[in-house]
């Protein structure tokens, strides 16, 4: 990169295959003609150039070794190669009361999606469009949030992004259906590298669900950065469903700026992917609420991975953090939860409760809540468990004519399904109860 004081990354490596390939197909990038984002653009690929994806070397990467990804080679879809997926492939992932921006490997893809009858000001558009009719608008909301943080995978998004949405609802309006953001990958060794952007001005409401699913098998790459720009009373529900392939990698970070009064219930469901990680961070003023809910399921070798961030920046903030994590087979869970007060954020209310099932002996979870507390005027609490299947209870219920697999799979149900209610939304919360009880061994029994 011109003009750089950082070495160019190793010959052969990861990091200078991304560099040569889009550097021979910049012409395809969106926003290609904006100097603002040619300048962004440069600085991350830099970023990214000099530091690569993260190590296990770092600390919050300890648990999580992404080695066997840099092994691979990843290609993108080039702009007019999506669009020719039959509609009846996604029909299961779609809410049928959302509206939707549809996603092929990374690409949007406008006969699959369904944007009717949104209000008058809403702006829906996927982010190619917006940089074309708003560049300003982009501009003034890419990177607000997430900043220009040294991560790489944040870099990378920021570097070679495709698409992504962009969602700006004006002060006072309130959504009445639902947004669904649905990604759908197609491709063995496929690619999509994702932003969007979700902004809700003075007293806005809106309900967003992301969905990132792969089909027949196929193993792939998926980067998607989310950024939360909450204004003064607005309330955002955010959900995430990760139900990606069995050979898929994942990454996923969700940044969230809460301002005065602002409310985001944020929900993560993560079932699928070999290797998947996904992070949540929000910053939090005056009197703001935040709750975290999440449950993931890993069975066979899976590697899921959640971290969450939570930072009250001012007094009388609110955090609320629920997560449940099931592991089995020879499957990996790691949950790491961090909530920091700072000095003047006084009358602080945080609660982290973490609760995990180890359902054989070869899985593992590792689990790591975390508070920073630099205030003296706050309540805060977190708890962590990491346990078994209660035998008794087990015991109990073949005492009642069930059979142990039966009896196993009605209690695992049972824990992991207290954070499945907490969806408000009847179509996601009936896909995720599906896609639960789809990941647990004979579990069509009359118990349900």
């Known amino acids: 990169m011109a003009g750089s004081n950082n070495p160019p990354p190793p010959e052969g490596s990861i990091m200078q295959q991304y560099a040569e390939y889009y550097q021979a197909t910049a012409r395809d990038l969106p926003g290609r003609d904006l100097p603002w984002l040619q300048t962004l653009r440069a600085e991350a690929t830099e970023r990214f150039a000099a530091g690569g994806f993260p190590s296990p070397r770092e600390e919050e990467w300890k648990y999580t070794n992404i080695v066997a990804l840099e092994k691979k080679r990843f290609q993108p879809s080039l702009a007019g190669t999506a669009g020719t997926l039959a509609p009846a492939k996604i029909e299961a992932w ?7 921006l549809v996603f092929v490997d990374g690409r949007f893809d406008a006969g699959l999606s369904r944007l009717e009858g949104l209000p008058d000001g809403v702006t829906v558009l996927p982010l190619t469009a917006a940089l074309a009719q708003y560049p300003e608008r982009v501009e003034a909301a890419f990177q607000r949030v ?8 944040v870099a990378f998004t920021t570097a070679y992004f495709q698409d992504g949405a962009f969602i700006s609802i004006p002060a006072g309006v309130v959504l009445a259906r639902p947004l669904q953001l649905l990604h759908v990958s197609t491709r063995d060794d496929g690619l999509a590298t994702l932003r969007h952007i979700i902004a ?3 007293q806005a409401q809106a309900q967003v ?3 990132y699913v792969g089909l027949d098998g196929a193993a792939y790459l998926t980067a998607a950065v989310t950024e939360i720009d909450l204004g003064e009373d607005s309330a955002l529900d955010h959900y995430k469903f990760q ?4 050979k898929a990698y994942h990454f996923g970070g969700i940044y969230a700026a809460e ?3 602002a409310r985001l219930y944020q929900h993560h469901a993560a079932f699928g992917g070999l290797l998947a990680r996904t992070e949540i961070h929000s910053a939090l003023g005056l009197g703001a609420e935040c709750e975290l809910n999440g449950l993931f399921l890993a069975t066979g070798r899976r590697h899921l991975d959640t971290h969450t961030l939570i930072q009250h920046q001012a007094p009388r903030g609110t955090s609320r953090e629920t997560y449940r994590g099931i592991a089995a087979d020879r499957a990996r869970g790691v949950f790491s939860g961090k909530v920091v007060v700072a000095q003047d954020a006084q009358k602080t209310d945080a609660d982290m409760n973490i609760r995990n099932l180890l359902l054989s002996a070869d899985a593992e979870i590792d689990a790591k809540p ?3 507390i630099l205030a003296d005027d706050v309540k805060c609490a977190h708890g962590v468990t990491v346990g078994q299947l209660n035998p008794q209870s087990v015991f109990y219920l073949q005492s009642r004519g069930m059979d142990e697999a039966s009896a196993r799979n009605m209690l695992t149900f049972a824990f992991a399904n207290e954070m499945v209610e907490k969806i408000r939304l009847d179509g996601l919360k009936q896909q995720v109860q599906d896609a639960l009880l789809a990941a647990l061994p004979q579990a069509q029994g009359d118990w349900l």
């Open 243 to 246: 139900a990606e392939t069995d």
């Open 146 to 153: 997430a900043g220009r943080e040294p991560h790489g995978f």
């Open 94 to 100: 779609r809410l049928p009361e959302a509206a939707a």
């Open 209 to 211: 669900v992301e969905t």
């Open 370 to 372: 975390q508070l920073e």
């Open 200 to 202: 809700l001005d003075r």
């Open 259 to 261: 301002a005065r009064s």
